[in-house]
């Protein structure tokens, strides 16, 4: 306990030097040395030392580069807060929101019958003496074959709870964390994946048959995102869009090895952590960012004090062209 | 077979990147697809859309064609009392049937899947690697973006605009001219034209190449292709606060080297140099490019006049780190994630940034990469595990084993069928 002694002490002397202070100062507790580690994603540091002359300017606002699919072309730029896609790793935060999810999907539907619920009669076997055999009060004890399960699973509910705005900080960790790897692959609304043309033609008319069908997609689906560098060999890539989209989602369907393809409504925080890249539209984006800000923003009708943090913004618009 | 529910839409390219000469078209698509995919379709899980999915800039540069299903003739065997030939042996059951035909590995056929149904992406389909090259396309994409940034604001050059950064290498003369352009570090260290005219050769070439006149020979029609009276409400209203925000995001870069646009004096002397350089260049040109791209030797001979003070200049616009981030993926098909883009603030750090080789999926591929046990000799790295066999191959122990075993009946490798003793039961009392 020396070293708490020793912290005391110094938090005591520091509290002398700022009571002899004549202006009232909030102290500043700067976290112990220990546990400001670095993040394993954080970007290098030039210099760590910072003159106290120099004012320190946090990153406020990041950009988010919108694409078109699947040519990848960089279509036009957003900027979201820092606090909604660049927040620093915290692996038990995300922890927390993986185990809840898991806990609340548990279906807990297992159950099996006590001595009470077996079928049959409740006579007594057999006489208590005499036999020469062990007593036995009735054939659903618990020590007889096909008898009730003494300590068996039963229903119930493993859910668990976590608090709100500990659950959106982890979604919003979970973006940040693939934000900061390069692996969040904002698309322009209306991802979906362009089939070939002679194969829809042909699949319409009725030349091929659902086997051909899918072991068309399931290869054309691997070169593509072989070639993007987005398939199997790659972690695979899990597509994210507000409403079922039917080419996409039947092609991950069939060529599930490379990727997945999900709606809005069924992410959890683990399916952004699970593959190799997210790729997602930019609305579903700003919606995700939206249900999951409630440590950012009040649902209480107060008149606004601070300045509420904006969804992304877009700084740099895919020009309109003109028709021809 | 599934049904198709929706029927088709009107034919159009399916899958492809942009080019610079077909994007004007293209994006129409993308604006419409945009606006058309709010409108949710009930469907069943497993189907197919028939109508073509346009993903904004999509032009076909060989269009998907010659796939071929399999023929719906069949052919009938002949009845077994009918067959002539005397080797014929009738199968007693369905294992000594052979098989024949089938549609497994239909596609695997080259012939059957048919041409251009490869992925093009934004860049080249091959990322350069070179890191003389590498090197050259920051330079040439940070001046690009450069004159993007500070020549093309104007709220009705934005199509211009992204038809520049959206262009691929074209003619030697764009890189030769714009590794002339002298980029320097400002008074606060960003990045700046070496003056106010650096820029115009580059200018002049970008004019001459990247925004050939159409065909009517109107030069202005594309740098001048959206004037205000003809946009839509709406998009004249996005371009409005375009204009804003972009003013707004201007930072010092601008302020250091104020181009006074009114006193625009065409310096008609430097004009008339710069197209005779460049005509000059262009004689010399063909030898510059290695499929469509610079080749290395001339990259590092450029590079040797570029020095490496413009390699400390600052970067800070986010805007400005747009552009130089698209024009990198088009003309090196490396992808800069906005993740990593915010922690680069220098040019240098750009480089850096595309140079670093792919990190090894394996530890033994990092070892052997970097060659750290080189100078060890009694150290060897393997790249998996080294298994008895590989101890006994070593020593040239098992061709002898392999023949010993093989004569004895029992199996190379593993245990077949043989259990373990049964002694080691009786002794550990284990099940």
């Not at chain 1, 009232?24 to 030392?49: C, D, F, H, K």
């Not at chain 1, 009060?137 to 074959?145: D, I, V, Y």
């Not at chain 1, 393809?261 to 919606?287: C, F, H, P, Q, Y």
């Not at chain 2, 990247?210 to 998009?235: H, M, R």
Request: aromatic share 6%; net charge neutral; hydrophobic share 35%.
């Amino acid at each position: 306990m020396a070293g708490k002694g020793m912290r005391s002490l110094s938090e005591a002397m520091r509290g002398l030097s700022l009571a002899a202070q004549t202006c009232r100062t909030v102290p500043v507790r700067t976290a112990p040395l220990i546990s400001r580690r670095s993040m394993a994603t954080e970007a290098p540091v030039s210099n760590i030392t910072r003159s106290v002359t120099e004012q320190w300017h946090p990153i406020t606002t990041v950009p988010v580069t919108i694409h078109s699919f699947p040519s990848l072309e960089p279509r036009s730029l957003e900027t979201y807060s820092a606090k909604h896609l660049y927040l620093p790793l915290r692996r038990d935060i995300l922890h927390l929101a993986v185990v809840y999810e898991g806990d609340n999907t548990r279906q807990g539907t297992a159950q099996a019958k006590t001595r009470w619920e077996v079928a049959g009669s409740h006579r007594k076997v057999r006489p208590q003496k005499g036999s020469g055999k062990a007593r036995v009060g009735s054939k659903q004890s618990p020590l007889q074959r096909g008898g009730g399960k003494a300590h068996g699973p039963r229903n119930r509910d493993f859910g668990t709870k976590l608090n709100r705005k500990v659950y959106d900080l982890a979604w919003r960790t979970a973006l940040s964390y693939r934000y900061r790897r390069g692996e969040l692959i904002v698309t322009e609304d209306g991802l979906d994946l362009p089939l070939p043309e002679d194969f829809l033609q042909q699949a319409q008319a009725g030349l091929l048959t659902r086997e051909l069908e899918d072991a068309f997609i399931q290869k054309y689906v691997g070169e593509i995102l072989g070639a993007m560098q987005w398939g199997k060999a790659h972690g695979r890539t899990t597509f994210i869009t507000g409403e079922e989209r039917m080419n996409l989602f039947t092609a991950m369907e069939v060529a599930g090895e490379n990727g997945t393809a999900l709606e809005l409504e069924d992410v959890d925080v683990k399916d952004l952590l699970e593959t190799g890249r997210i790729v997602i539209e930019k609305s579903v984006l700003k919606e995700m960012i939206r249900e999951h800000r409630s440590d950012l923003v009040t649902t209480i009708a107060v008149p606004a004090k601070k300045k509420e943090i904006t969804l992304g913004s877009l700084v740099y618009p895919y020009p309109k062209y003109a028709e021809n | 077979m599934r049904h198709l529910p929706r029927l088709r839409g009107a034919v159009s390219a399916s899958l492809c990147c942009s080019s610079p000469t077909s994007i004007r078209t293209t994006a129409v698509a993308a604006v419409a697809t945009a606006s058309s995919s709010t409108t949710t379709q009930s469907f069943q899980r497993r189907a197919l859309s028939t109508s073509v999915v346009s993903s904004g800039a999509v032009e076909i540069q060989t269009p998907p064609q010659g796939l071929k299903p399999p023929s719906k003739e069949w052919k009938v065997a002949v009845r077994p009392d009918q067959i002539t030939d005397p080797a014929y042996v009738p199968a007693q059951d369905g294992l000594e049937l052979e098989e024949v035909g089938g549609l497994d590995g239909w596609w695997e056929n080259p012939a059957n899947y048919g041409a251009g149904k490869e992925w093009v992406g934004f860049g080249p389909t091959e990322k350069v690697t070179d890191p003389a090259v590498l090197e050259v396309a920051v330079y040439r994409a940070l001046v690009e973006a450069l004159i993007a940034r500070r020549e093309m604001t104007r709220s009705d050059l934005t199509v211009a605009r992204d038809i520049l950064l959206s262009s691929g290498w074209g003619p030697a003369t764009l890189t030769i001219t714009a590794a002339k352009t002298k980029l320097i570090a400002g008074q606060h260290g960003n990045l700046l034209f070496n003056g106010t005219q650096e820029h115009e050769a580059m200018m002049a070439a970008l004019e001459k190449h990247t925004f050939p006149a159409k065909e009517n020979g109107d030069q202005d029609t594309i740098l001048a292709a959206e004037s205000e009276e003809n946009l839509e409400p709406e998009v004249k209203e996005e371009v409005e606060t375009v204009a804003a925000a972009e003013q707004e995001a201007e930072v010092t870069e601008e302020v250091e080297t104020t181009v006074a646009q009114d006193q625009e004096v065409e310096v008609k002397e430097e004009a008339e140099e710069a197209v005779a350089a460049e005509q000059e260049a262009e004689v010399k040109g063909e030898d510059y490019l290695t499929d469509g791209v610079i080749s290395a030797e001339k990259a590092q001979a450029m590079l040797k006049e570029l020095g490496h003070e413009w390699k400390r200049a600052t970067i800070r616009d986010t805007i400005f780190k747009f552009f130089v981030a698209k024009r990198i993926q088009k003309l090196t098909g490396h992808v800069i994630p906005d993740g990593k883009l915010v922690a680069l603030a220098t040019a240098g750090s750009l480089i850096k940034e595309i140079i670093k080789p792919p990190k090894a999926k394996k530890l033994a591929e990092e070892i052997e990469n970097k060659e750290i046990f080189q100078s060890l000799p009694n150290v060897r790295v393997f790249p998996r595990r080294v298994t008895p066999i590989d101890k006994e191959k070593m020593v040239g122990r098992w061709k002898v084993i392999r023949e010993e075993l093989e004569g004895r009946g029992l199996p190379v490798i593993g245990t077949a069928n043989i259990d373990n003793a049964i002694e080691k039961k009786w002794v550990t009392g284990a099940e």
